[in-house]
């Protein structure tokens, strides 16, 4: 659990860089309760209704809907701290851009949820890999301190970046709704048949998770929008489809997650920083530091895969 309290936030909001070394630790713990609380939510909720990682995915589509619509409401700020997240594809009425609202939900879906708990369940042994983690006592504890850090988040970022925005009644309430359908989807999902189709080796699954993530929006436009929802489709379609073999293993998804993360060894060279007014050399410095966690994390969770192959019991004559 505590690793999910920590990959959660990494993944979410500091794996691309440009946050100041000596402020990540401080970063780290005030986005552990909101980022880590929902990736627990997510990953309690599906294992105990039973539906996998379907589930868990559109949980985790919920809550990017709620975080970007309801929580920090950066889905309708027309002035989100420097940023236009209104275009491009702007949908007027409702005032949100299409492109972004893809954007976010499937870093969410990514970056905030599925990542930390497939890495947290690679580190687990494998008999307590699909059951629930918290207890009666600790849901509704987890469930709080998400509440509470929503909250906080919201104000705070209503106060800074969000300029005083307060979304309209009608966009609260279509994301709401939104995220409603998901939920009700995620508890409704039930296992598939199994078949016996082939399955890659889980090299070729971290390179196809490497490929998709890093190359899924190219650019910001309509025409970069249409690519993101061709490969995520196809991603998803696909994965989908092996995932119904029984010669889909934890390891298989361990690989996929592991091709994303690497992702964040490259990323953070190739997008702007947060602060636009930070020096080359500063620069330079966090990327490294952010690319290099993302790098630690790989290696350290490959040496636990390879403990927990020790560890696990062989056959008799």
């Known amino acids: 659990m505590l690793g999910v309290l920590v990959a959660a936030p990494w993944f979410a909001e500091m794996a691309w860089g440009g946050i100041a070394v000596t402020e990540l630790p401080l ?48 889905l309708f700020n ?21 492109y972004f609202l893809f954007a976010f ?36 504890v ?52 199994v078949t016996d189709v082939r ?18 929006l190219p650019g910001e436009s309509g025409a970069a929008l249409a690519v993101g929802v061709v490969v995520a489709t196809g991603v998803v379609a696909v994965v989908g489809r092996w995932s119904t073999s029984p010669r889909w293993t934890d390891a298989h998804v361990t690989a996929l997650v592991i091709g994303s993360v690497l992702v964040g060894v ?6 702007a920083p947060y602060d636009d007014a930070v020096t080359a050399g500063r620069e330079v410095v966090q990327d490294t530091a952010a690319a290099a966690v993302c790098l630690a994390g790989v290696a350290a969770t490959w040496w636990r895969l390879r403990v927990l192959a020790r560890r696990r019991p062989t056959s008799g004559p």
């Open 142 to 193: 987890v469930a709080t301190v998400y509440v509470l850090a929503s909250v906080v988040n919201h104000l705070g970022v209503k106060d800074e970046e969000g300029h005083g925005f307060q979304a309209a009644p009608v966009q609260t309430f279509v994301a709401v709704v939104a995220a409603a359908l998901l939920v009700a989807g995620a508890l409704r999902w039930r296992r598939r048949d």
């Open 78 to 98: 027309p002035s989100y701290g420097r940023f236009d997240f209104q275009h491009p594809v702007h949908v007027a009425g409702l005032d949100v851009s299409l």
């Open 27 to 74: 970063v780290l713990v005030f986005l552990a309760p909101l980022y880590g609380s929902a990736a627990l939510l997510v990953r309690e909720v599906a294992r105990r209704a039973g539906g996998g990682w379907p589930s868990m995915l559109m949980l985790a589509a919920a809550f990017g809907v709620l975080q970007a619509g309801v929580v920090d409401q950066s």
């Open 199 to 216: 399955v890659p080796s889980t090299v070729t699954v971290a390179a196809i998770g490497f490929a998709a993530y890093l190359l899924y």
């Open 266 to 271: 490259v990323m953070p060279f190739l997008v």
């Open 105 to 140: 939900v499937s870093g969410h879906v990514v970056a905030s949820i599925a990542t930390p708990i497939a890495l947290a369940e690679a580190w687990t042994r494998a008999p307590s890999r699909r059951r629930p983690w918290l207890g009666r006592r600790g849901l509704p």
